[in-house]
């Protein structure tokens, strides 16, 4: 079975620009879940779905990310306009979510620097 | 705060040494617990969880975590480490009542000697 799937897997741009990072879940994963993991702050979660419906997007840094979910099989994290403190490796994971709460499949990550 | 504390940022084993993680949490009632393993430019794979019924939980690799509820901790341990061992170890919290979340410690940064 395929993975979770993210793409790009690395990405360089210029601050000020949108940066877009996808995730594909694995097929049947009711959640989906974003996080940021870098040396200062650790892996943060920064937003989950459940059933394509945002459920907590309190760890969304500000205004300048938006994390949407227009189906089942895709979702996009975006970051306009992009600054350098952004830098970071960008996981997606996903899970069934039976009442016990399943563990979650990580993605391979996008690493992003932002120049 | 709810929370998930790892108490050592890094570790530095030789070949053969028992390595144990601590891990605790501040949450209350039931919780589901999980360790998870990322090798160096690898993504995060689950190692063990433990859902309910015996605390001693084993995963892959040789590890084993034991939970316990009085000491709201999971520490995670393996007999004899290998160098294969290096990697990060991030212990999850999920709670169980209401909503689904789960929260990861900062993690441990093991390094094992050969």
């Known amino acids: 079975d395929a993975g979770v799937i993210q793409s790009p897997r690395h990405e360089v741009t210029e601050m000020g620009q949108e940066v877009t990072l996808r995730c594909k879940p694995i097929?049947?994963?009711?959640?989906l879940f974003w996080y940021r993991q870098t040396m200062m702050r650790g892996l943060e979660l920064l937003i989950y779905f459940n059933n394509n419906v945002p459920i907590d997007d309190s760890g969304m840094p500000e205004d300048r990310f938006s994390a949407k979910m227009p189906n089942a099989s895709f979702s996009t994290l975006k970051i306009q306009p992009s600054e350098p403190r952004d830098s970071a490796v960008y996981f997606c994971?996903?899970?069934?979510?039976?009442?016990?709460?399943?563990?979650?499949?990580f993605g391979d990550g996008t690493r992003l620097s932002i120049l | 705060a709810q929370s998930v504390s790892q108490h050592n940022h890094h570790v530095i084993l030789s070949e053969a040494a028992s390595l144990e993680l601590g891990c605790n949490y501040s949450y209350g009632g039931t919780v589901n617990l999980f360790w998870y393993v990322q090798y160096p430019g690898q993504h995060l794979q689950l190692l063990l969880k433990y859902f309910s019924g015996d605390p001693l939980v084993k995963g892959i690799k040789g590890f084993e975590a034991e939970f316990i509820k009085s000491k709201f901790s999971f520490n995670l341990r393996k007999p004899s480490v290998q160098w294969s061992d290096t990697a990060e170890y991030f212990c999850?919290?999920?709670?169980?009542?209401?909503?689904?979340?789960?929260?990861f410690g900062a993690g441990t940064r093991l390094f094992v000697k050969a």
């Open positions: 994971a996903s899970s069934t979510g039976t009442p016990e709460g399943q563990p979650q499949h």
């Open positions: 999850a919290v999920t709670r169980n009542t209401g909503g689904f979340k789960t929260i």
């Open positions: 097929s049947g994963h009711d959640y």
